[in-house]
C-alpha cells in the first residue's frame, strides 16, 4: 500500500480481499484498531494500487457509532460477498427465550445488526440493515426475542 497508506498501514489488518471485487479492479482493506475493537474499512481502486480509497467507513448508519464491540460481546466482522456486496456484522446483544419458573428468562444466541452495502458505479451505498439471530429453534422462535420482550 506503500508510505501513503498512513492509518491504513498503522492498524491491524483483519481482511485483504482482492478477489470479491476484481471485477471491478477494487480490494477490500479491513483493518481493526483501538481498545474497543473498532472496524474501518477501505476499498481501493486500480486494483489496489491508488493511494487513496475510493471508499470507506467507520461509522455504523444513523449515528450508531463506530463498528466496535461491545461490553461482552463477540467482535464484528465485514467482508465482500460473492455478489460484490460489503456486509458488516456488528453483535448488538442477547436474544432470550423465556422460561417458566424456576428455570427464568436466559440468553440462547447473539443476535447481530447486519449491513448491506452495494457498488452504484461511483460508491458503496448502504441498501440493507436488519437484525439477524443466529440461534434458530421451531420450540423457541428465538429470532425475534430480545430481554425486553423474551420469547414464549
Same mark, same amino acid.
Given at each position: 500500500?506503500?508510505?501513503?497508506? &498512513?492509518? /491504513? +498501514?498503522?492498524? &491491524? /489488518? @483483519?481482511?485483504?480481499d482482492?478477489?470479491?471485487?476484481?471485477?471491478r479492479? *477494487?480490494?477490500?482493506?479491513?483493518?481493526?484498531?483501538?481498545?474497543?475493537?473498532?472496524?474501518?474499512?477501505?476499498?481501493?481502486? !486500480?486494483?489496489?494500487?491508488?493511494?487513496?480509497?475510493?471508499?470507506? $467507513?467507520?461509522? $455504523? #448508519?444513523?449515528?450508531a457509532?463506530? /463498528? %466496535?464491540?461491545?461490553?461482552?460481546? #463477540?467482535?464484528?466482522?465485514?467482508?465482500? &460477498?460473492?455478489n460484490?456486496? /460489503?456486509?458488516? *456484522?456488528?453483535p +448488538?446483544?442477547?436474544?432470550?427465550?423465556?422460561?417458566? *419458573? #424456576?428455570?427464568?428468562? =436466559?440468553p440462547?444466541?447473539?443476535?447481530?445488526?447486519? =449491513?448491506?452495502?452495494?457498488? !452504484?458505479?461511483?460508491? =458503496?451505498? $448502504?441498501?440493507? +440493515?436488519?437484525?439477524?439471530?443466529?440461534?434458530?429453534?421451531? +420450540?423457541? !422462535?428465538? @429470532?425475534? %426475542?430480545? *430481554?425486553?420482550?423474551p420469547? #414464549?
Amino acid at each position: 500500500m506503500g508510505a501513503d497508506a &498512513g492509518e /491504513i +498501514s498503522d492498524a &491491524g /489488518i @483483519e481482511v485483504v480481499d482482492a478477489a470479491s471485487l476484481r471485477d471491478r479492479r *477494487q480490494v477490500l482493506f479491513v483493518v481493526a484498531g483501538g481498545n474497543g475493537h473498532c472496524l474501518s474499512l477501505y476499498v481501493i481502486g !486500480n486494483g489496489g494500487s491508488d493511494k487513496k480509497p475510493l471508499w470507506e $467507513l467507520s461509522q $455504523l #448508519p444513523h449515528n450508531a457509532g463506530g /463498528i %466496535c464491540h461491545g461490553k461482552m460481546m #463477540p467482535y464484528p466482522t465485514a467482508f465482500a &460477498g460473492p455478489n460484490g456486496e /460489503i456486509v458488516v *456484522q456488528v453483535p +448488538s446483544g442477547a436474544a432470550w427465550v423465556k422460561r417458566g *419458573q #424456576p428455570l427464568g428468562d =436466559y440468553p440462547v444466541s447473539t443476535a447481530m445488526k447486519v =449491513y448491506r452495502y452495494r457498488w !452504484n458505479g461511483k460508491t =458503496y451505498r $448502504l441498501t440493507a +440493515s436488519e437484525r439477524v439471530v443466529t440461534y434458530r429453534s421451531d +420450540s423457541f !422462535n428465538a @429470532e425475534k %426475542c430480545t *430481554q425486553e420482550n423474551p420469547c #414464549p
